[in-house]
């Protein structure tokens, strides 16, 4: 082969002038209904987040401007730090035993 010739070699996929779109998984579809906290059936998961353990509390179906006030509360009553995400409440740290407690004195219930 010499220096001064390319080779015409065509390596990959047929690009056409079309485009289609990428079809992305969607999320399961949640109830926007409000449910008095006595009605909710409340449960609690656990993951681990970079090596730090997160504790899940869910599925909250009030107005968001209720679980963020009450989410505020629990994050000074635990001293920890947590948010609100899908429907879910996020804490910092194991806290399934202390959380339980103060959930069911606002009237909330649990699995």
């Given at each position: ?8 070699i ?16 969607k ?22 987040r ?12 009030i107005?968001?401007?209720e ?45």
């Open positions: 082969m010499s220096r001064g010739k390319k080779l015409d065509f390596i990959g996929a047929n690009i056409d002038e079309s485009w289609h779109e990428v079809q992305s998984q999320k399961a579809k949640t109830s926007h209904e409000i449910i008095v906290p006595k009605k909710h059936f409340l449960h609690f998961k656990k993951e681990k970079r090596g730090k353990t997160v504790t899940l509390v869910g599925e909250f179906h107005q968001k401007e679980v963020t006030s009450l989410l505020k509360t629990l994050k000074k009553k635990l001293g920890c730090g947590g948010s609100y995400k899908d429907n879910y409440m996020e804490f910092q740290g194991e806290l399934q035993e202390k959380l339980r407690p103060l959930l069911e004195k606002s009237e909330f219930r649990f699995k």
